[in-house]
């Protein structure tokens, strides 16, 4: 069973920027796709970007020209670089991920993480 823990939510003014990112606890599991998405309270849980291991991105029209997604695939870990934050930014960001690069495609993902919290004020 694959683990995932993100890290680098926080607090910050509209904006600025912030770095997430997401590792599974261990190694060797060749994750061919992964994504970060995010939940306000409220509202149902949304794509913010997709990354394959061959390198196709895909990001969600609010975020595009401000979010970018990378990742390290030796490492098994994606990132969200995202910058001119703005208050409707704030959310639960999840880092998702599986196997398959079929995932990518069908937005359906085997793996969570717990998420962390991004806040982002006026």
């Known amino acids: 069973q694959v683990q995932l823990v993100e890290s680098g939510g926080g607090m910050v003014q509209a904006g600025e920027s912030l770095r997430l990112s997401c590792a599974p606890s261990g190694s060797g599991f060749s994750l061919k796709s992964m994504a970060w998405y995010r939940q306000a309270p409220g509202k149902q849980r949304e794509l913010v970007a997709a990354i394959t291991s061959g390198g196709h991105t895909n990001y969600g029209d609010s975020v595009k020209g401000r979010f970018t997604i990378s990742r390290d695939d030796a490492k098994d870990t994606v990132f969200l670089e995202m910058n001119s934050l703005k208050p409707e930014d704030t959310a639960v960001y999840y880092c998702?991920?599986?196997?398959?690069?079929?995932?990518?495609?069908?937005?359906?993902?085997?793996?969570w993480g717990q998420g962390t919290q991004v806040t982002v004020s006026s």
């Open positions: 998702a991920a599986d196997r398959l690069v079929a995932a990518f495609v069908l937005n359906e993902y085997d793996y």
